[in-house]
């Protein structure tokens, strides 16, 4: 269990405070938003963090970089943010088809030239930018980075601790390339972050809260955790999963019936 960790968003209406606590308890790390680390304070968060001994495995989001204006300031905050929380790890959701861009060659283009603003800044405070791949459902309004291998292009100009990427099975299970583009990682010392959901149909309306919990869909969770420990992977493992039905559910109970579908269906063990 010590490589499990909670995305505080799969407990989206649990008070973050309250679940850094039981993460504490449980001796688990916690994955952050910046929504509700704002809303509680993000002094009030790096100091709970701290005196519980939790660890801060990532933090969400960064990124929407190819809009006209590019989110610059609001980006460099966040890499800000992350530092205080103590993590090493902020996730880039890298943002669609901008207002002003012509397609999504040309927003992938704006993408590159606003994520070599940030750098100097990340590595200022000691923080890797983490491209996150989404399904290619998203490429309009959330990502135009749908794979692995198009977000390990666009950090390769870069060093592996500045940026690396976000290996998401939710988002690129899918993908017919990924199992090379993980030996490519790992090869390259790039995976930032692993995290797990799964897929199940039909999705939602607005499909965003369609992640499904541990084994009730069709992602081969297994073979994936597999995967990144054969290309060399050796941190947490988020599960993350946005899904209505399980927000409307207590935090705590929904904690542990996280837990026991990880250690059925994603953890390896040694036995």
């Known amino acids: 269990m010590n490589r499990f960790s909670l995305n505080h968003a799969t407990t989206k209406h649990w008070n973050v405070l309250d679940a850094i ?4 308890r449980l001796g688990i ?17 790096a100091a709970a ?14 990124g929407f970089l190819t809009d006209r204006d590019g989110g610059i300031d609001d980006n460099r905050a966040a890499i800000e ?9 902020l996730v880039m959701v890298c943002g669609g088809i901008g207002e002003g861009n012509d397609d999504i060659e040309q927003s992938r283009d704006v993408l590159a030239q606003r994520l070599r603003l940030l750098v100097p800044h990340a590595r200022e405070h000691g923080v890797q930018l983490a ?21 390990l292009d666009i950090a390769e100009p870069y060093t592996p601790a500045d940026v690396g990427v976000v290996i998401d099975t939710y988002h690129v299970w899918w993908d ?8 490519r990682a790992g090869r390259a010392g790039r995976i930032a972050a692993f995290q797990v959901a799964d897929w199940v149909t039909p999705l939602p309306a607005g499909v965003l809260t369609g992640r499904g919990q541990l084994g009730d869909g069709c992602v081969p969770l297994r073979r994936f955790q597999r ?10 493992v988020e599960v993350e999963l ?25 953890e390896i063990t040694s036995a």
Do not use: K
């Open 21 to 24: 606590d039981e993460c504490a």
């Open 29 to 45: 790390g916690i994955g952050l938003w910046r929504d509700s680390v704002a809303e509680a304070g993000i002094a009030t968060v």
């Open 49 to 62: 963090v701290r005196d519980a001994g939790v660890t801060v495995t990532s933090l969400c989001r960064g």
């Open 81 to 89: 943010e992350a530092a205080q929380l103590g993590t090493r790890v």
């Open 131 to 151: 491209i996150e791949p989404l399904h290619p459902m998203f490429a309009s309004d959330r990502s135009v980075v749908s794979t692995l291998d198009q977000a």
């Open 176 to 183: 017919p390339t990924v199992w090379s583009a993980i030996n």
């Open 227 to 236: 995967a990144v420990d054969a290309a060399g992977y050796r941190g947490p």
């Open 242 to 266: 946005f899904n209505d039905e399980i927000w409307a559910r207590p935090g705590p109970q929904v904690l542990d019936e996280t837990l026991a579908r990880y250690r059925a269906h994603v």
